[in-house]
Nanobody
Framework: QVQLVESGGGLVQPGGSLRLSCAAS????????MGWYRQAPGKQRELVAV???????TYADSVKGRFTISRGNAKNTVYLQMNSLKPEDTAGYYC??????????????WGQGTQVTVSS
């Protein structure tokens, strides 16, 4: 019933920008933290950025100053503005959220992922 759907990935040149979006939908009572993770081939999945429902943010050191995470006004969406992209940013990007569905406890949800490729 609850799902997260990402969009906005694509191919960009080094130094370029992309904006990723993620929308949560379904029988949702409340959404808490939302964030972005990424996983490159042969590498471990890593946290990119996370934002609380109150707007507090945390970033991986590798993206500080380049990426900005934000929440939509309705709090069921999260965005990742990625600037000054580098080849090492190439990865599948996954939306993550802590959600309490109606009638159920809080659990972790993941989107299907969107590919970001930074290459000349």
């Amino acid at each position: 019933q609850v799902q997260l759907v990402e969009s906005g990935g694509g191919l960009v040149q080094p130094g370029g920008s992309l904006r990723l979006s993620c929308a949560a939908s379904g029988s949702i009572f409340s959404i808490y933290d939302m964030g972005w993770y990424r996983q490159a081939p042969g590498k471990q999945r890593e946290l990119v950025a996370v934002i609380s429902s109150g707007g507090s943010t945390t970033y991986a050191d590798s993206v500080k100053g380049r990426f900005t995470i934000s929440r939509g006004n309705a709090k069921n969406t999260v965005y990742l503005q990625m600037n000054s992209l580098k080849p090492e940013d190439t990865a599948g990007y996954y939306c993550n959220a802590h959600i309490r569905p109606y009638g159920l406890g809080i659990r972790d949800y993941w989107g299907q992922g969107t590919q970001v490729t930074v290459s000349s």
